[in-house]
Each structure stands twice: as structure tokens, then as C-alpha cells.
């Protein structure tokens, strides 16, 4: 007999896997996914790996197959036990990371009728039992669900079990169907012939409709219904003027079920790959020569770290790599930081690769993302462009692994497994034998320490590819925001601002604002006691917002109406402070009231506008100023952008945290890339109070190097990744003086477990309250464990309940 050693679904199970027999009867496969009993529940679990002897004495069978083939490739196993081990995840939260979209769906449980008609007498059966068991053998199948519907739960279960322990009905396990729904796109033909739709269109044309007159028009030369997305685009009509040719009876509007493709190839055309430049041709030939000698199964994995400005041509040779990956029979994988923010770069990826592509986002219903992930495994895609968690996406002969904006913290997950998917992405290459390209014009200091240190290639794109000499890097200036208090300038917008955006905007040039907060007033303060309104379950202050008039906590999304007067000392003098995109948009109405505004930030596009309109829109000119937070540094490509205003500098800059300087340099230097895309030339504003800052100074100048050589000194100095690593342990509870009790005794424990095996390289910081102290009414503490490998040695240890644990944590939590 065989044994099985399973990934269990449950919480207890930890970093575990557990021993099962497997009956005679049953196939199974490493990654397949089986039912199991556990405790007294049947679970769901996942073989990780096929033994002749079980790890215990005592083992269970498993109960039953949920899918006929394995769901998990043999790398992609290993790839979920090194996440468990590193991260100090639940193993099966490691597996979940890599099973089909809705795999965790209901159960159902079958009662069915033997194979074979079972011999013995069922004379001495009650009558219940005969009444269910004659049931069954008619059906067939029945649902256990079904016979509880009928007998009443108690009753159905005790019956079955009784029948299934006499060998004449068996037990079976089924998940619920994901169910697709079919997608429907109404299309649009003539109802009438085409001589008479001209003639009607005619007709039309002189009572001045002339919208309806030339849809009318275009129909009339269609040969066949046409979808009614496509027809508005082409004649740029409204959905009223397509109502009108409808009642007129002109025109019929038909629903179409269509192959969902993940992407619209509608206005896409294919491109070709461009002449490279030199920079762009030596990078190309490194990735070349590594793809190949992978392929061969000559070369050890490689990773590469291409370093160059935005618009230096990176995507460009992602490209090109990854044809040549496919020419080697291989596929690749891209992950970009936010796949909404991204259309532009999605469609050169499609518009290269022609149905070649897979995109995974979650706009996708359930039943569309399985579909996806089966034709992904099915290999039916080249590609596969998504965020963080298309690192997982089953697809076969990986050979090139692309990560873009390798900087961007949103490839770090924040709930369990707390992965981030570059290292995972590394890690992934390891098992698979693919290279990986990590892509950046602000590469993370602790990346470029290791391209610096020889274990990345690293790969430079020094310039901009410029078509004409026209669109060299912006000319940047700082503004010292206290020199324009001094000459009593107190808007939010400095002398050099203003008249910089007067000018672009009188020119027919587009400008955008950047600012790092969202909202209106960021805090509101009474003027007589000084009271300032808190979440009282997070006890961060209150953001002003205007569209709905309330104030809203942004961490736990609390709402509350705005108070008349002080809570606390009943004054009216409540006072507005500090500045989001909703007041500066407001400010900027006043002082530019020529000038078009639109708003782009989470609360946007929350609502009614997703970011392609707003980002159509802006594209189109129909505004000339777009205010907003990151989202506008994102990679977009905007000609008549000549102007970057950066309001404040400085609302990340004084953060207690390590890496503030490094993100305030990200943040700057990647908005400051939008300026001066075309042939306009560009410019960047930066206000701020501290302008001597070295962050500052050195996004100022487009200077990576000296950025980072100031940088890396200070965490060197400071013992700072990447010269050591952190664990970030934090524990939460609503008294806040046992929650410091709690942290003060696991800092004993901590220090006795580091004493006693003698690890000298691993130091303590704290407790200390977190940086947000109180969340959702829970008081959280926190101690960071700093060393060459904490995660060694927290794995070692039984972390008591109630302890949160980040490997190689990011910012302030
Ligand atoms: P990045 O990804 O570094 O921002 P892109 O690959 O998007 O840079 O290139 C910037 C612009 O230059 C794009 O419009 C792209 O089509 C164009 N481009 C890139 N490489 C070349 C090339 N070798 N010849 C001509 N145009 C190029
Ligand atoms: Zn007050
Ligand atoms: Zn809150």
C-alpha cells in the first residue's frame, strides 16, 4: 500500500503535511487535489509527495479524488513549501496561492448505488433504510443534501451511514460546479434592405439628424451585424441616436453570445518588432544568450536587472525577449504592479503577440478566471500579463519570467503568505530553469546592491529613446516652500507653479498636478481647544471628503457627518487643515478658473469612472489639468504633458521608516518621467520645505547613481536591508496594557532562545507601539527582529497565538 503525505485545509495543520494510506482502488498523483478526514471532517488537501512508509503509525485513507488530473506541477510544490518556509505561512495557504480560482467551493456529498449490485439479504432493513435505499438504486445518485431535504438532517446522515457501513450505497465527494455564464454582446444590423436604409438616411439628413442619418449609412454598407461597441466608436454616436434608428424600426439590436477573449483585440493592430538601439541591442543579446544556453540546459538560472529611465525602451526589449523565448519553445510570465493602471502596455503586449495573451485581474467573474486558468494550463497562451499573483499561474515551459517596475511595493502581499513576488519570481526561476528580468528606472537600493554585488546582471538603458532630438529628460526645478511664506505667498501653489501652469494651459499644453493624499482637508482641528476628530477604532484623524460631506477614516473606512460643533468643548471655531486631491482640485478652481480639471484617485474610480475613461479622457484633451495621487505616475505615455507639478514633496519624507528617502526618490523620479513624452519638451516643479533633502536633490538631478550611493551608506551605517533582513512580529488586542505585556514577554522569550544557541548576527528593536497604534479598535505592538536570517530562527519556535508574523517587511503597519 502507498501513502501520500497531504497539504490539509485547515488551520491547525501549520506549516504540516500529513500521512494518508491510499486504498487499492484509488490513483494518485503528486499535486493532486483529494479529500481527506481530519479530526471528524472531511477536508480538502493537496499531495505533495508519494511515500512507500507513512510518517506515523496510525494513518487514514484518502476519502476520495477531487480532480481527475493534478492540479499543482512537481516546481510549483517546491515553490509552496519554500513559501511556507520563508514566510512562516500555513503550508496550505501557500498551496491556495496556486489552485484554481474558486477551488474552494462547497462540497457536495453523493450517496450512490455500488458498482456492483451488492449479494446480502436486506430483509432485516427498517423501512426507512429500505425507503432510501430503494431510492438510490432507482436514481442512481442522489445528493446527501437531497435525502436531508426529505428526512431531516439527523435522520438522513444516521440512515446513510448505516447504509454505506453495510457495503449497499458508497459515499462520494463532488465540488459544486463553477458555473460560466455565457457572455452576450448586442450587435446591430439592419432590420430594413439596405436601397431603403439610403434612402431613409436621405430623408433624415434633411430633417438635420444627421447622426442617425450616418449610422444609418454604415449599416447600410455592413455586410453583416456588427458588434454595437465597434459601430459607436466608428461613427461617434450617442446611444440615444442608436435608440432612435431602433424605435424607427430602421435598425435591430440582437444579443450575440461571443468567445470571451480576455482581451479586446478590437482597434488593436499587430506591431512588429522595432530596430533596436545599441544599449537596447547589448541587453537584448545578454537575455539572448542566457535564454538559449537555459534552454539547452547548459546554464544556471540567471537574473537580470534592466536600469533604465522611463521611455529608455525597456518594454521594448521585454518584448523582443520574450519572442525569443517562444521561438525556443518556451513562454513567458510579466507581472506589473497594477494591472487597471496599465491598458497601454497590455495592448502593445497583445498587439505583439495576437491572441497570444492572457490577462488575469479580478474585474473577471469566478467562472471567468477558472476558464482562464484552464486555457492558461492548457498552454494555450504565450503570455500571461497580470499582478503579483500571476507569478502562479499554471503555465507550462517557463522560460522567462519579466517583472516590470520591480520597485513597486504592491508586489508584496499583506495578508498571509506576506510574499513578495519578485523573490518568489526568483525562487520560481530556480525550480523551473527560467531567466527573469527585473525592470526599473528607480531600482529598489536592495536590488541594485545585488546587481552591484555580481548576483544579477545588470543591464543599462542610460537614455531615452528619442524618435526626433526632441524629448530629452525634464528640466526640474525645486521650490523652497518657505521662501514663499517669507514673501507671504500662503496658496498652495508657489510664484514659479503658478505661472508655469497659466502658460501651459494658455498654450493648448497639458499639465499634472501630483499629490500624495486623497480627500479634502486632511485633518480637522478645533481652534479653541485644540481637539482634533479621530477614528475611535483606528485613532487616526479624519479625512475631510466633499463629494458625500462626511469625514472618513482611511484605514478602517469609518464615516462619520460633520460636526458643527467640537465635540469636546462645544465651540463652533472648527477649523480644516492640511491638503488632499479633493481641495486641491477646489484650490486649483479658483486659481485657474480657465483651465479644465480632472481628478484621478482611489475615490474616483471607485465610483462612477474607471481609470481608462479618465485616462481617455485626458488623453483626449477634454481637460487640461489631471490632479492626482500615484496613480498619475504610473506609466503612461502623454505627448502633450509638458508640465509636472509636485504640490508637496515632503508627505512622505518625514515617515519614521528607513525606506522613506527611497520611496519619496521613487515617487519623484517616476512622476517627473511623465513631463516631456512628446516633442514638446517638458518641465517638472517640485514644492517642498525641505529641498535640501537628498532624496529630493538627487530625483531633482535624474541621478540614480548619486541617489543610491548616499542611500546604501546609510543602511549600511544604519544595518539596514540589504544588509540584513527583518521580521516584523506585531501583536494585537483590544487592552492596550496587555498587549505591551504580551510583546515584553516575547521579547524575553526571543532573547533567551538567542542566548541559548548562541546566534550572535540577530538583535531585538522594541516593543514598541506601531506606527498606527490602534486598528479596528484593536491596540497593536510590535517588535522587529534584525539579522542575517531571523526566519531561521523564528521557525524553530512555537509563535503563541495571536502573533502576526512579516518576513522582509515594507513600510509602516
Ligand atoms: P520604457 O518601457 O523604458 O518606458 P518603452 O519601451 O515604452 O520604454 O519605449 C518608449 C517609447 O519609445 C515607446 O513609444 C516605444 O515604442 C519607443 N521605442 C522603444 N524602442 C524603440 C526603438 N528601438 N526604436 C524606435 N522607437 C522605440
Ligand atoms: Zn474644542
Ligand atoms: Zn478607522
Known amino acids: 500500500m502507498g501513502y501520500a503525505e497531504v497539504s490539509v485545509n485547515s488551520p491547525v495543520a501549520q506549516r504540516r503535511t500529513f500521512s494518508y494510506a491510499i486504498s487499492p482502488g484509488l490513483s494518485i498523483d503528486v499535486g493532486q487535489a483529494v479529500w481527506v478526514p481530519f479530526g471528524d471532517k472531511l477536508l480538502q488537501g493537496v499531495v505533495l509527495q508519494l511515500t512507500d512508509y507513512p510518517a506515523v503509525e496510525e494513518t487514514k485513507e484518502i476519502a476520495g479524488v477531487i480532480e481527475p488530473h493534478p492540479v499543482l506541477s512537481p516546481s510549483q510544490i517546491l515553490l509552496a513549501r519554500w513559501i511556507s518556509e520563508h514566510y512562516l505561512s500555513p503550508l496550505f495557504d501557500a498551496v491556495a496561492l496556486m489552485l484554481p480560482p474558486g477551488f474552494e467551493r462547497k462540497v457536495v456529498t453523493f450517496i450512490s448505488a455500488p458498482l456492483t449490485p451488492p449479494k446480502q439479504d436486506t430483509s432485516s432493513l427498517t423501512q426507512k433504510q429500505r425507503h432510501v435505499l430503494e431510492l438510490v438504486w432507482r436514481r442512481g445518485k442522489v445528493t446527501l443534501k437531497g435525502l436531508e431535504r426529505v428526512l431531516g438532517t439527523r435522520q438522513a446522515r444516521l440512515i446513510t451511514s448505516q447504509l454505506v457501513n453495510q457495503g449497499l450505497v458508497v459515499k462520494s465527494y463532488e465540488l459544486e460546479r463553477v458555473k460560466v455564464k455565457p457572455k452576450k454582446v448586442p450587435y446591430l444590423r439592419l432590420a430594413v434592405k439596405a436601397s431603403q436604409a439610403r434612402h431613409e438616411a436621405t430623408r433624415l439628413r434633411e430633417r438635420r439628424a444627421i447622426k442617425q442619418a450616418g449610422l444609418l449609412e454604415f449599416l447600410s454598407k455592413a455586410s453583416q451585424p456588427l458588434p454595437l461597441a465597434e459601430v459607436r466608436k466608428s461613427v461617434n454616436c450617442s446611444a440615444s441616436v442608436v435608440a432612435a434608428v431602433v424605435s424607427k424600426g430602421l435598425v435591430e439590436l440582437q444579443q450575440v453570445e461571443v468567445r470571451r477573449e480576455p482581451i479586446s ?88 503577440f495576437p491572441h497570444k495573451v492572457a490577462v488575469l485581474h479580478s474585474k473577471l467573474s469566478l467562472g471567468e478566471q477558472f476558464d482562464e486558468w484552464q486555457r492558461i494550463k492548457n498552454g494555450e497562451f504565450d503570455v500571461v500579463i497580470g499582478s503579483r499573483s500571476a507569478i502562479f499561474a499554471p503555465q507550462p515551459d517557463l522560460g522567462l519570467i519579466v517583472i516590470d517596475e520591480e520597485h513597486e511595493w504592491t508586489y508584496k502581499q499583506d495578508t498571509s503568505p506576506r510574499y513578495h513576488a519578485r523573490d518568489v519570481a526568483i525562487k520560481l526561476a530556480e525550480l523551473t530553469g527560467a531567466v527573469v528580468i527585473l525592470g526599473s528606472a528607480t531600482p529598489d537600493v536592495e536590488t541594485f546592491y545585488r546587481a552591484q554585488m555580481g548576483n544579477y546582471q545588470l543591464l543599462e538603458l542610460p537614455e531615452r529613446v528619442t524618435p526626433s532630438e526632441g524629448s530629452p529628460l525634464p528640466q526640474v526645478e525645486v521650490v523652497d516652500l518657505r521662501e514663499e511664506l517669507k514673501a507671504g505667498n500662503r496658496s498652495l ?102 483651465a479644465r480639471l480632472l481628478r484621478w484617485d482611489r475615490d474616483v474610480t471607485r465610483g462612477r469612472y474607471s481609470h481608462e475613461e479618465i485616462l481617455a479622457k485626458f488623453r483626449a484633451h477634454d481637460a487640461d489639468v489631471l490632479i492626482g495621487t500615484q496613480m498619475v505616475a504610473k506609466g503612461l505615455d502623454l505627448p502633450l504633458v509638458t508640465l509636472v507639478g509636485v504640490v508637496s514633496a515632503d508627505t512622505g519624507l518625514n515617515l519614521p521608516d528607513f525606506r522613506a528617502g527611497e520611496r519619496t526618490f521613487q515617487l519623484l523620479s517616476q512622476v517627473a518621467g511623465r513631463a516631456g513624452r512628446g516633442t514638446l519638451g517638458g518641465q517638472v516643479i517640485i514644492q517642498t520645505y525641505s529641498p535640501e533633502h537628498y532624496a529630493i536633490q538627487t530625483a531633482a538631478k535624474h541621478d540614480y547613481a548619486s541617489f543610491y550611493d548616499r542611500e546604501i551608506a546609510y543602511r549600511r551605517q544604519l544595518r539596514n536591508p540589504p544588509f540584513t533582513r527583518l521580521a516584523c512580529l506585531t501583536y494585537s488586542h483590544a487592552n492596550d496594557a496587555l498587549c505591551q505585556r504580551e510583546a515584553e514577554r516575547m521579547k524575553r522569550l526571543l ?17 514598541a507601539p506601531a506606527f498606527i497604534h490602534k486598528l479596528r479598535g484593536r491596540f497593536r505592538w510590535q517588535l522587529i527582529l534584525r539579522g542575517s536570517e531571523p526566519s531561521a530562527l523564528l521557525s524553530q519556535i512555537p509563535i503563541p497565538q495571536g502573533w502576526m508574523i512579516d518576513i522582509d517587511p515594507l513600510g509602516l503597519v
Not at 499634472?512 to 482641528?525: C, M, Y
Not at 476628530?533 to 482611511?554: M, N, W
Not at 467640537?566 to 479658483?590: D, H, N, V, W
Open 493 to 594: 501653489f508657489s510664484r514659479s507653479l503658478t505661472q508655469a501652469m497659466a502658460k501651459a494651459v494658455a498654450g493648448g499644453e497639458q499639465v499634472i498636478l501630483f499629490l500624495n493624499r486623497r480627500g479634502g482637508a486632511t485633518f480637522v482641528q478645533c481652534r479653541n481647544c485644540g481637539f482634533v476628530l479621530r477614528c475611535k477604532r483606528c485613532e487616526v484623524t479624519l479625512t475631510q471628503h466633499f463629494a458625500e460631506d462626511v469625514l472618513v477614516c482611511h484605514q478602517c473606512n469609518y464615516r462619520m457627518s460633520i460636526p458643527q460643533i467640537c465635540p469636546r468643548c462645544l465651540s463652533r471655531r472648527i477649523k480644516f487643515l492640511g491638503i488632499g486631491t479633493e481641495k486641491l482640485e477646489q484650490e486649483a478652481g479658483y486659481t485657474f478658473p480657465q
Open 751 to 767: 532573547v533567551e532562545e538567542i542566548n541559548s544557541r548562541g546566534i550572535a548576527d540577530l538583535s531585538l528593536v522594541g516593543p
Open 265 to 352: 483585440y478590437q482597434g488593436i493592430t499587430p506591431s512588429y518588432p522595432l530596430t533596436l538601439t545599441a544599449a537596447q541591442k547589448a541587453a537584448l543579446e545578454s537575455i539572448q544568450s542566457s535564454l538559449f544556453w537555459m534552454a539547452k540546459g547548459e546554464a544556471s538560472p540567471s537574473v537580470f536587472l534592466l536600469h533604465g529611465v522611463t521611455g529608455s525602451g525597456k518594454t521594448e526589449v521585454y518584448l523582443q525577449a520574450l519572442a525569443e523565448a517562444v521561438k525556443l519553445g518556451k513562454r513567458g510570465i510579466v507581472l506589473v504592479p497594477e494591472i487597471a493602471l496599465t491598458p497601454q502596455t497590455i495592448e502593445r503586449f497583445a498587439s505583439r
